[in-house]
């Protein structure tokens, strides 16, 4: 078992239980909003942390309209907050996603797949990744027939 579950599991349930008293904690002085409480990613697995010694990524993805990220898989879990524009993310089999401002979600792990600003405007996203010391938060996948 991870060494780190018993924390793991504390925090997402303190998660699960904070988000109904998020109009109470306002009032308390702790304007906090919730974004997302869940235990699966977007596709519906559950979530796994990798093993070792956490480490945590933050960044801003940003793609101009019409913009296509590369083929790519997460290993490690991915909250992502969409702060402006749209994307539509393409998970193959999967089908596709489209997210657009204040959307939030824990992207797939393991899946191949790639993401268009299908919008008009800028897309920026907040990244958080959720991984440990020397596993890759993402790894580029080779396109379908190329050598």
């Known amino acids: 078992m991870h ?15 904070a988000a ?4 109470q904690d306002a009032q308390l002085g702790y304007p906090a909003v919730p ?7 977007i596709l519906g697995q559950k979530i796994r942390y990798p093993a ?7 960044a801003i993805v940003s793609l101009a309209p019409g913009q296509r990220a590369i083929l790519h898989k997460h290993d ?13 993310v393409d998970y193959g089999g999967y089908g596709k996603r489209v997210y657009r ?24 996203l907040l990244g958080v990744y959720i991984g440990a010391v020397g596993v890759k938060d993402m790894t580029p996948v080779p396109e379908p027939g190329a050598k």
């Open 76 to 88: 490690v879990p991915l909250f992502a907050y969409i702060l402006e524009g749209e994307l539509t």
């Open 101 to 124: 401002q204040g959307d939030s979600l824990v992207e797939a792990m393991d899946v191949a797949h790639f993401s268009v600003n299908t919008g008009t405007t800028p897309m920026r």
């Open 35 to 41: 974004l997302l409480s869940t235990g699966t990613t």
């Open 52 to 58: 070792g010694d956490p480490h945590v990524d933050a």
């Open 20 to 23: 109904p008293a998020a109009a």
């Open 3 to 17: 060494r780190h579950a018993p924390v793991i599991a504390l925090a997402l349930l303190a998660c699960a239980l």
